[in-house]
């Protein structure tokens, strides 16, 4: 019987490589390119991560401290493996301006095979 995606076979979960499921996305934001580009270069140079993309120029709306805020940031994308998440987001958030910094992780769930094991070995073990 197909799934719900068609007439594709299902994937079986024990078929997909170990990097298909150990890579994570770590998503943050910094109020400024030169704050974020800093924290992916040290990122990138103890391990942690293997790749920081930055985004600048996003608009952010929230409320902070019972008032409604907007505020210009730049958004970071960080691809590490799921082990080394906590060390992460303990890293971003030393390293970070705010008080109470967006440090949000999720799983990789399909992707370039290569892509993936590069990944892993551009991050050190944990």
Known sequence: MPDERGDREAIDDS?????LT???VVYTTFP????ALAAAEALVGAGLVACANIVPGISSVF???G????????A????????LAEQ??????AMHPYDNPAVVAW??????????????AQTRPS
């Open 63 to 65: 409320i902070w401290e």
């Open 67 to 74: 008032r409604l805020e907007r505020e210009r940031e730049v």
């Open 15 to 19: 078929q997909r490589p170990d990097d």
């Open 107 to 120: 799983g990789i769930t399909a992707g370039s095979a290569d892509y993936l094991s590069w990944i892993g």
């Open 88 to 93: 992460v987001i303990a890293a971003v958030k």
């Open 22 to 24: 150990d890579a994570i």
């Open 76 to 83: 970071m994308l960080m691809k590490t493996r799921r082990a």
């Open 32 to 35: 400024g390119e030169a704050q």
